[in-house]
């Protein structure tokens, strides 16, 4: 589909939505028609400050081959950027990667004025007419009203490559998850594991959020192709609440999926743990209540569940690895995503 957007002379502009693009993240798309995290229908069933953050577009792509130039946006944003321990870039621009899978490469992110909420950015420009996979991701914390992508008018343009397999892998937590405090989209760490491994992934990450809702269990058993969950809420809720609400969710999910393998997080280490002692002590009671479980349900015949012990995902020095002492600079979330990635990869080749 071709339309006609304001912008520069020789700019064909695309919409996203339509073939041969494909979008990525966004399970209830094709129904609703909405850049949205959770399904519309949701709204009445789960907590407003869920249903607000759901439409924050993290996780979601669009995803494309084309031999043009140049590569242009044009975005329109429910709001402007407003957050002070996270770049604008992170919270309300887009950001293009180039290259097929497990080769895609960084190539630019949007450029805009501060306070806006409506621009005009160029991704890439100066580049030869060979044909290149793209990936653009969506901003991490705010929503996304409308976006165009804006091509020669020559170019062509075609599918992109596949995924190694059909499946979802959706991750579901806290601020942490959504992609807090990344510099950039790319750099959420879902979004680096999702091009570490070439297969989609849907960012159910809540700001605040993450409480283990057992509505939100049921939305996600719902997901089409779901292939894989990471847990990784418990930094939202008191030892009292993830004792409660974990077996919770995961029973909901093995009403539906009985194989589905299901990873199970414990929070990473904070730099307020080195210095009061109730948080030191919440989250390893925490991690040790998560690890048990896991157990627990492994001895009784669960194995495809497991569990990640969040001590060690920033490694050594992990409060340099952080924006404000909790949420992961992207060195945070590249080191987060190294273990991530391996235990996903791990239980994804498991016949149990």
Same mark, same amino acid.
């Not at 957007?5 to 129904?31: D, K, M, Q, T």
């Not at 879902?190 to 070439?198: D, M, Q, S, Y």
């Given at each position: 589909?071709?339309?006609?957007?304001?912008?520069?002379?020789?700019?064909?502009?695309?919409?996203?939505?339509?073939?041969?693009?494909?979008?990525?993240?966004?399970?209830?798309?094709?129904?609703?028609?909405?850049?949205?995290?959770?399904?519309?229908?949701?709204?009445?069933?789960?907590?407003?400050?869920?249903?607000?953050?759901?439409?924050?577009?993290?996780?979601?792509?669009?995803?494309?081959?084309?031999?043009?130039?140049?590569?242009?946006?044009?975005?329109?944003?429910?709001?402007?950027?407003?957050?002070?321990?996270?770049?604008?870039?992170?919270?309300?621009?887009?950001?293009?990667?180039?290259?097929?899978?497990?080769?895609?490469?960084?190539?630019?992110?949007?450029?805009?004025?501060?306070?806006?909420?409506?621009?005009? !950015?160029?991704?890439?420009?100066?580049?030869?007419?060979?044909?290149?996979?793209?990936?653009?991701?969506?901003?991490?914390?705010?929503?996304?009203?409308?976006?165009?992508?804006?091509?020669?008018?020559?170019?062509?343009?075609? !599918?992109?490559?596949?995924?190694?397999?059909?499946?979802?892998?959706?991750?579901?937590?806290?601020?942490?998850?959504?992609?807090?405090?990344?510099?950039?989209?790319?750099?959420?760490?879902?979004?680096?594991?999702?091009?570490?491994?070439?297969?989609?992934?849907?960012?159910?990450?809540?700001?605040?959020?993450?409480?283990?809702?057992?509505?939100?269990?049921?939305?996600?058993?719902?997901?089409?192709?779901?292939?894989?969950?990471?847990?990784?809420?418990?930094?939202?809720? !008191?030892?009292?609440?993830?004792?409660?609400?974990?077996?919770?969710?995961?029973?909901?999910?093995?009403?539906?999926?009985?194989?589905?393998?299901?990873?199970?997080?414990?929070?990473?280490?904070?730099?307020?743990?080195?210095?009061?002692?109730?948080?030191?002590?919440?989250?390893?009671?925490?991690?040790?209540?998560?690890?048990?479980?896991?157990?627990?349900?492994? !001895?009784?015949?669960?194995?495809?569940?497991?569990?990640?012990?969040?001590?060690?995902?920033?490694?050594?020095?992990?409060?340099?690895?952080?924006?404000?002492?909790?949420?992961?600079?992207?060195?945070?979330?590249?080191?987060?995503?190294?273990?991530?990635?391996?235990?996903?990869?791990?239980?994804?080749?498991?016949?149990?």
């Amino acid at each position: 589909m071709r339309i006609v957007v304001p912008g520069g002379e020789g700019v064909v502009w695309h919409s996203p939505r339509a073939a041969p693009f494909r979008l990525a993240g966004f399970p209830w798309i094709e129904r609703d028609g909405k850049y949205r995290r959770l399904p519309l229908s949701s709204q009445t069933s789960i907590r407003e400050p869920v249903h607000a953050l759901a439409d924050c577009t993290a996780g979601g792509q669009i995803r494309f081959t084309t031999d043009s130039p140049f590569l242009h946006l044009s975005v329109k944003l429910t709001a402007p950027a407003d957050m002070y321990h996270m770049p604008a870039t992170g919270q309300c621009g887009f950001d293009c990667y180039v290259g097929g899978p497990r080769r895609k490469r960084y190539v630019g992110t949007t450029k805009f004025r501060p306070g806006a909420d409506a621009y005009e !950015s160029v991704l890439f420009e100066g580049f030869d007419r060979r044909k290149r996979e793209v990936t653009i991701h969506f901003p991490l914390y705010q929503g996304v009203e409308e976006v165009y992508v804006g091509l020669a008018k020559d170019a062509s343009i075609a !599918s992109p490559g596949e995924f190694d397999d059909d499946g979802r892998i959706v991750f579901y937590g806290t601020s942490i998850t959504q992609g807090g405090c990344a510099s950039r989209p790319g750099m959420a760490y879902p979004n680096i594991v999702g091009r570490r491994l070439n297969l989609e992934c849907v960012n159910l990450g809540f700001s605040g959020n993450g409480k283990g809702e057992a509505e939100l269990a049921r939305i996600i058993r719902g997901i089409d192709r779901l292939k894989l969950l990471v847990l990784d809420y418990e930094p939202n809720v !008191s030892l009292e609440q993830f004792q409660e609400t974990l077996p919770v969710f995961v029973d909901l999910l093995r009403s539906e999926h009985p194989a589905l393998p299901i990873l199970v997080v414990s929070g990473i280490k904070s730099a307020l743990g080195d210095f009061q002692e109730a948080v030191r002590l919440k989250r390893e009671l925490c991690r040790d209540f998560a690890r048990d479980f896991v157990l627990e349900r492994r !001895s009784s015949g669960d194995l495809n569940l497991r569990f990640l012990n969040g001590d060690a995902l920033l490694g050594r020095r992990y409060e340099e690895c952080t924006v404000d002492g909790v949420h992961p600079t992207d060195l945070g979330f590249q080191r987060m995503s190294d273990a991530m990635a391996k235990a996903i990869r791990s239980m994804l080749a498991m016949k149990g």
